[in-house]
C-alpha cells in the first residue's frame, strides 16, 4: 500500500481496474475505504480535449502543406511506389467530407490527441498514480514534435502514434503482460500500411530486449506477434521487393541532398522535438528504469541509441528517433527523483513553459509575415511548406499557353496546381514525382516544363522556348526557389518512349 502523500496505482497497465489508494494509517482494520479508481481516459481527457481545440482553431492558417497537396493528387491504391497507403486514404476520406484545409487535417488532430492519451498510460504501467498520468499527457500534447505532426496530416502523424502504443506495449510486457506483445506485432503490422520505417523501430526493440529482458523473447507471445506482424506487414514488404525497392531511391535521394546537415543537427533537433525544458524528466525515463535490475522499460534506453545510431547511418530525417524518445518523455513523470526534485507546481510550470515555446515553435499563431515567418521557418521547415501555394499557381497560370500541360518536377507545386485548379486545369497537370509518375503523361503535343529535371529533358521535344523562371517567396522551400520554364512542343517519338524520362525518385 502507497504510504502517506504518495499516488501510486498497480503496474497492470493500461486496462487495469486498480486506481490509487489511500493512505492509511499504520494498524487500519481494512476499515478505511479505497478511492475509486480513476479511468485512464478520464486523466487524459483535458489535456486531449485542449490539444483538440487548440490544432482546429490554427489548421485553416496559411496554407496545405508540401505533403498534403501531393496525398490530394495521388488516386486510390494499395501501394505507391514511395510509400504505403493509409495516410493516403485518410487524406481522401476527409476530401470526401470538404476541401476545407481543417478538414483534411482532422486525422492528425485525432492522432495527436490520442498521443496525449496513449502517454497518460506509461507512468501507469510503471505504477504512478492519476496525477504523474495526468502530466505525461499534458507534457506530451504540447510539445515540440506532437504539436507539429498534429497540425500538418503526413505519413508521420500516424507514425508517432503507432510508435508510442507499440513501445507502450513492449514495456506493459517487461511490466509482468507478456501477451502484450501479441498486440504490439499487430499493431505493428497495421502501422506498416502507413510507413514501414515500423520495421526499424522492431528491429531496435528485438535488440533492446536481448540485452535486458531476454526471456520474454522466448515467450510465445513474442513468436506470436512476430507471426502476425509478418502476415500484416508482408503485402507492403513484398511490393517493394518485387518493384525493386523504391522506396529505398526515394530515402537515398534524402540522403544526397540533406544527410550532412542531419547528422550534425540530429541531437540539437532531438532535444528540441521532446522539449529542452523537459531533459530532466526525459531523461529520468530512460536512466531510472537502467537503474533499476530487472524492472520494467530497461530496453528503452538501448532501443533509443540504437535508433539514434541507424540514423546516424542513414540521415534522410533527423525526426526518426523521437517516436522512441518521447515514451521516455511519458515515463519519466513516474521516477521518485523527479518527484522529490520538483514540487507540483514546479512540474506544472515547466510543462507551461515548454507549451508556449513549442506552440510558437510549432503553429502559424502569427501572421505569415518576416522577419517572423524566416525565423520559425528555421528552427520547423514545414512552416515554410505551407505558405505561398496560390502564388506559384498564378504564376504557372499566367505563363501557360492556351491547350498546353504543365509537367513539373515536384509533386507539391503539381498537388497545388491540382488543388486550386479548374476541372480543365487539373486533367492537365502531370508530374514525373514519385507515384505521379504512374498517373501517365499528357495527352497532347504541347507541354510547360517546370522545374530543374523536367526543364533538362527538352531535348525530348523538337522546339522549346524560354518561358522564364518561377519567382520564390522570401522564405520558400530550396526546390522552388527559381525553378526555370521552358514551353515545349511535339515530342521526338510517342508519350510512352519519353515519358520514362520525367520519371523521379526522392522526397522533395
Known amino acids: 500500500m502507497a504510504g502517506p502523500g504518495e499516488e501510486r496505482v498497480t503496474a497492470a497497465g493500461p486496462g487495469s481496474t486498480s486506481g490509487a489508494t489511500g493512505a492509511a494509517g499504520a494498524g487500519t482494520t481494512g476499515a478505511t475505504p479505497r478511492q475509486r479508481p480513476v479511468g485512464p481516459l478520464r486523466v487524459a481527457a483535458a489535456p486531449m480535449i485542449a490539444i483538440t481545440i487548440l490544432l482546429l482553431a490554427v489548421a485553416p492558417r496559411y496554407g496545405p502543406h508540401w505533403d498534403e497537396l501531393y496525398f490530394g493528387m495521388l488516386p486510390l491504391h494499395w501501394w505507391y511506389v514511395d510509400q504505403p497507403p493509409l495516410t493516403v486514404w485518410l487524406s481522401w476520406l476527409a476530401t470526401q467530407l470538404s476541401d476545407a484545409?481543417?478538414?483534411?487535417?482532422?486525422?492528425?488532430?485525432?492522432?495527436?490527441?490520442l498521443g496525449a492519451f496513449v502517454a497518460g498510460l506509461y507512468p501507469r504501467v510503471l505504477g504512478a498514480g492519476p496525477r504523474a498520468q495526468r502530466l505525461a499527457a499534458w507534457a506530451h500534447a504540447f510539445t515540440v514534435y506532437p504539436l507539429m505532426m498534429g497540425h500538418i496530416f503526413t505519413t508521420a502523424a500516424i507514425d508517432l502514434l503507432a510508435w508510442q502504443v507499440v513501445i507502450l506495449l513492449v514495456l506493459r510486457a517487461t511490466a509482468g503482460h507478456p501477451r502484450s506483445l501479441v498486440w504490439a506485432g499487430t499493431i505493428a503490422g497495421l502501422a506498416a500500411w502507413n510507413k514501414l520505417l515500423v520495421v526499424v523501430l522492431l528491429v531496435a526493440l528485438f535488440v533492446g530486449l536481448l540485452l535486458t529482458d531476454r526471456q520474454l523473447l522466448r515467450t510465445r507471445h513474442t513468436v506470436i506477434g512476430v507471426v502476425l506482424f509478418g502476415l500484416l506487414a508482408a503485402p507492403q514488404g513484398l511490393a517493394q521487393l518485387l518493384n525493386g525497392m523504391p522506396m529505398a531511391q526515394v530515402s537515398a535521394g534524402l540522403v544526397e541532398a540533406q544527410g550532412d546537415l542531419v547528422r550534425l543537427t540530429l541531437v540539437p533537433t532531438l532535444f528540441l522535438f521532446v522539449g529542452p525544458p523537459l531533459l530532466l524528466v526525459w531523461v529520468a525515463g530512460l536512466v531510472d528504469p537502467w537503474r533499476t535490475p530487472g524492472g520494467p522499460g530497461r530496453f528503452l534506453l538501448p532501443t533509443l541509441l540504437l535508433l539514434v545510431a541507424w540514423t546516424l547511418a542513414n540521415p534522410a530525417q533527423p525526426h526518426y528517433p523521437a517516436g522512441a524518445l518521447l515514451p521516455a518523455l511519458a515515463m519519466g513523470w513516474a521516477s521518485p527523483r523527479l518527484r522529490a526534485r520538483w514540487s507540483p507546481a514546479k512540474r506544472q510550470g515547466v510543462i507551461a513553459a515548454n507549451a508556449v515555446m513549442a506552440s510558437l515553435v510549432c503553429l502559424p499563431l502569427l501572421p505569415a509575415t518576416d522577419p517572423w515567418l524566416s525565423l520559425q521557418s528555421r528552427i520547423n521547415p514545414t512552416i515554410r511548406d505551407q505558405v505561398g501555394w496560390l502564388d506559384y499557381v498564378d504564376q504557372v497560370r499566367e505563363v501557360r499557353r492556351e491547350g498546353e500541360a504543365v509537367i513539373t518536377d515536384t509533386y507539391a507545386l503539381a498537388g497545388a496546381l491540382h488543388r486550386y485548379g479548374s476541372p480543365e486545369e487539373q486533367a492537365r497537370v502531370h508530374s514525373g514525382h514519385n507515384a505521379l509518375w504512374d498517373l501517365g503523361p499528357p495527352r497532347g503535343d504541347r507541354v510547360l516544363l517546370v522545374g530543374e529535371h523536367a526543364v533538362a529533358q527538352s531535348a525530348?521535344?523538337?522546339?522549346?522556348?524560354?518561358?522564364?523562371?518561377?519567382?520564390?517567396?522570401?522564405?520558400?522551400?530550396?526546390?522552388?526557389?527559381?525553378p526555370p520554364m521552358l514551353h515545349c512542343e511535339e515530342p521526338v517519338t510517342d508519350w510512352q518512349t519519353v515519358w520514362p524520362q520525367f520519371r523521379r525518385l526522392s522526397g522533395w
Open 101 to 113: 484545409i481543417w478538414v483534411q487535417r482532422l486525422p492528425a488532430v485525432t492522432a495527436a490527441a
Open 460 to 482: 525530348a521535344f523538337r522546339t522549346c522556348t524560354p518561358a522564364g523562371t518561377l519567382q520564390a517567396r522570401p522564405v520558400a522551400h530550396p526546390q522552388l526557389i527559381g
